[in-house]
């Protein structure tokens, strides 16, 4: 796709996160199964959930902004994903493999919140009211889950890896 505007940017970028949502819904379970502690298993199911709504959401700018997805895949997170599973084929179940997933999880969320929030900045530029709001309630709730995140690593996960050893 050549990319000659601010729109084809917009098109491109958010195909782009599209496609990285997927990737992202198809990760996550697996995720889940691979953790040992029963509330980060269940924090990554909820992510789901709300990663499900998310593309929703896609679907609705898109139909909002009367633009067609390009069919692109995300490298970055083909690249953020790969280095999860590596996390789970690495090792057993335990507290340091539970750290390490949620550091893959931390990085998912640092990628998303700045791919929605550049997409909000340009659908703010081009006049794309509604879907600003819409892009903006997603990077508000991957802010949110990187959060949650942290504050499970730091509180719990953390302490049990350093105590396995």
């Known amino acids: ?3 000659k505007t601010l729109k084809d940017l917009f098109i491109h970028d958010l195909s782009d996160v599209y496609s990285a949502e ?7 379970p697996k995720m889940a199964r691979a953790a040992q502690n029963a509330e ?3 924090a990554f199911e909820t992510h789901l959930e709300e990663t499900r709504g998310q593309i929703e959401r896609i679907d609705r700018i898109v139909e909002l902004c009367e633009i067609r997805l390009k069919r692109i895949k995300c490298s970055a997170m083909e690249g953020l994903v790969e280095e999860a599973q590596d996390a789970i084929s690495e090792g057993e179940k335990s507290a340091v493999r539970d750290a390490a997933l949620i550091g893959c999880a931390q990085k998912v969320e640092h990628y998303e919140i700045a791919s929605y929030g550049t997409l909000a900045t340009f659908a703010k530029h081009l006049g794309f009211t509604e879907a600003a709001k819409l892009l903006k309630e997603t990077l508000e709730e991957e ?3 990187d959060k949650k ?3 499970f690593a730091e509180s719990a ?3 049990e890896a350093e105590a396995a050893g």
């Open 149 to 151: 995140l942290s504050v």
């Open 22 to 28: 997927k990737q992202l819904s198809r990760a996550l």
């Open 40 to 42: 980060l298993a269940a």
């Open 157 to 159: 996960i953390n302490l």
């Open 1 to 3: 796709m050549t990319v």
């Open 143 to 145: 802010k949110a889950t």
